[in-house]
Nanobody, 118 residues
Framework: QVQLVESGGGLVQAGGSLRLSCAAS????????MGWYRQAPGKQRDLVAT???????NYADSVKGRFTISRDNAKSTVYLQMNSLKPEDTAVYYC????????????WGQGTQVTVSS
């Protein structure tokens, strides 16, 4: 069974920084594309950033230049460094692991709240 546990959320003022971490259990981490998604109240869950098993990254336009996703395969952990935070970044942030073998399997963490005050 795969478990993803996020940490690092909290309350920060606009312009500040936070680093989210997601620790994965199980044996799939190194083979998975890892990602961060976020969901604000009343809105759909949106992609923030992804990183493939080979280190290729992808970002939502709204966070390019401010957020950086990285992974440490030895620790089975993915990170999201968030700088220059804005009130519109306020959301619950979810960690995702996507494993593609013959089918696509998605795993989700429980989410961590990020609140940016103006």
């Amino acid at each position: 069974q795969v478990q993803l546990v996020e940490s690092g959320g909290g309350l920060v003022q606009a312009g500040g920084s936070l680093r989210l971490s997601c620790a994965a259990s199980g044996s799939i981490f190194s083979r998975s594309t890892m990602g961060w998604y976020r969901q604000a109240p009343g809105k759909q869950r949106d992609l923030v950033a992804t990183i493939t098993s080979t280190g290729r990254t992808n970002y939502a336009d709204s966070v390019k230049g401010r957020f950086t996703i990285s992974r440490d395969n030895a620790k089975s952990t993915v990170y999201l460094q968030m700088n220059s935070l804005k009130p519109e970044d306020t959301a619950v942030y979810y960690c995702n692991a996507k494993l593609i073998v013959t089918i696509v399997t998605n795993y989700w963490g429980q989410g961590t709240q990020v609140t940016v005050s103006s």
